[in-house]
């Protein structure tokens, strides 16, 4: 899903084997969706009064990692930066992109902070923290709903008596929720306090066309420059704003060390709200969220630093399965013997179970630019298995030296390896016939 800038400061697939003449040397699921109330219920639910009251969530940590009431937050004031609401004339989307949470769990109300994340399909996905949609003792989130305009729902709610538009122009409800594995086991661990939202209908045109959406990176929070944002409620903040806090990153202290600092005051009701970077080719990057802050040092926010447990989740809350994508080798193939052609296979997010996939060289044909089988490589065939919660693997291809000077074809001689059989939960790539493309170098 793509729309425009806004952010500032299966079949059988095969690869085929060149020899260039001349050249220089799961489950499918995370954790299984936790119910949440169906759709119409949850946005019945919200009445102007309820949505007045929901209580902003904000999780305060002691140097052991146990939970404190944010009355405790000690106020030193040091390293504090204060956050400031988001400039109306920064960029036209930003307001729809960010946007606040609506949720129930154990029987009362609550708000968070959450953003529209780039989802790779049709689907509308959520990014936001993970105590915003679990918890271990109450378990899923309830009545969940994203707000855009909380203006208006603080006038009409959801739904009732005074509402003169559609109630889905101001409150979009969940269709399924998808915390990190990490978050839904047993205990609170703040480094995969991240969740996705799934909504039931697809992303408005009103809201997204021409918008750029961000899109998630992994290991990219910690030592560089991020702009955090959301709607704080707590403190000196009344909720009414967007709120903005830019910066540079760095480990969190002492055993924190493996989340992600930023200077920002933000309160209670910002949790989940993004952190975002500017990618080297314009696009902006969702590298953390409003995770938590610590009793004895104020004045800064705390996140997740995302890894393949969060790109799982995504992949889950868009619907999409993994594609497996067979890339291909270059090798110099040598005077003798033979040389290892790595052939790349690649998967487009990671899976929580390992994947499988059949594979067999192609023995080429009687034609001379072609390779051949006995001849040019060593003829196999197996199955590769890309582990759970990586993104590649290689298929080894056994390439025979020789000292034949071989006829150019694209630069050179090829073959091919054709993979079938994807294991549950994947497909299989097939837009170059199912074939993965191994070049092999002639240095003759």
């Not at 949470?101 to 989802?119: H, I, M, R, W």
């Not at 609170?188 to 799934?198: C, G, L, T």
């Amino acid at each position: 899903m793509r729309a425009r800038g806004w952010f500032r400061s299966g079949g059988v697939a095969v690869v085929a084997l060149v020899l260039v003449a001349g050249l220089p040397a799961g489950p499918s699921t995370a954790v299984a969706a936790p119910p949440t109330t169906p759709p119409g219920q949850a946005i019945g639910y919200w009445t102007a009064e309820r949505a007045a009251n929901a209580r902003p969530v904000e999780i305060v940590l002691d140097d052991r990692g146990r939970r404190v009431p944010p009355t405790l937050r000690s106020h030193d004031g040091s390293g504090t930066t204060t956050g400031s609401p988001w400039p109306d004339d920064a960029a036209e989307a930003i307001d729809d992109i960010v946007g606040r949470l609506l949720f129930t769990l154990g029987g009362s109300d609550y708000v968070c902070s959450a953003s529209t994340v780039e989802s790779g399909g049709a689907a509308w996905v959520l990014l936001t923290a993970g105590h915003c949609v679990w918890d271990d003792a109450y378990g899923a989130a309830q009545n969940l709903v994203f707000v855009p305009d909380f203006e208006d729902v603080l006038a009409f709610g959801c739904t009732g008596p005074g509402r003169v538009t559609n109630a889905s122009a101001s409150c979009f409800a969940a269709a399924s929720l998808h915390p990190a594995a990490g978050w839904t086991a047993p205990g609170d661990d703040y480094d995969h306090d991240v969740a996705f939202v799934r909504m039931d209908v697809g992303p408005p045109a009103y809201l997204y066309d021409g918008v750029d959406l961000p899109q998630l990176a992994i290991g990219s929070a910690i030592d560089t420059d991020a702009t955090a944002l959301g709607y704080p409620a707590a403190q000196k903040y009344d909720g009414t704003d967007l709120i903005h806090c830019a910066g540079s990153t760095s480990a969190g202290p002492g055993s924190y060390s493996t989340v992600a600092a930023l200077p920002c005051d933000m309160t209670g009701g910002s949790s989940g709200g993004p952190w975002y970077v500017e990618g080297s080719d314009g696009t902006h990057l969702a590298v953390s969220l409003n995770s938590f802050g610590l009793r004895n040092l104020s004045g800064f926010m705390f996140g997740p630093v995302f890894d393949t447990q969060a790109l799982v989740a995504l992949g889950d809350a868009a619907g999409a399965p993994p594609v497996i994508r067979p890339r291909g080798a270059v090798v110099l193939e040598g005077d003798s013997g033979t040389t290892v052609a790595e052939v790349l296979v690649e998967l487009t997010r990671p899976a929580p179970v390992d994947l499988t996939v059949d594979w067999v060289t192609i023995e080429g044909t009687d034609n001379p630019k072609v390779a051949r089988a006995g001849e040019d490589f060593v003829g196999d065939a197996g199955t590769l298995t890309i582990p759970a919660g990586a993104t590649s693997a290689t298929v080894p291809i056994q390439v025979i030296g020789d000292t034949v000077a071989e006829p150019p074809l694209l630069w050179g001689e090829w073959g091919l390896v054709a993979f079938s059989s994807p294991s549950v939960g994947a497909v299989l790539d097939t837009s170059f016939y199912g074939l993965a493309l191994r070049v092999i170098i002639d240095d003759d």
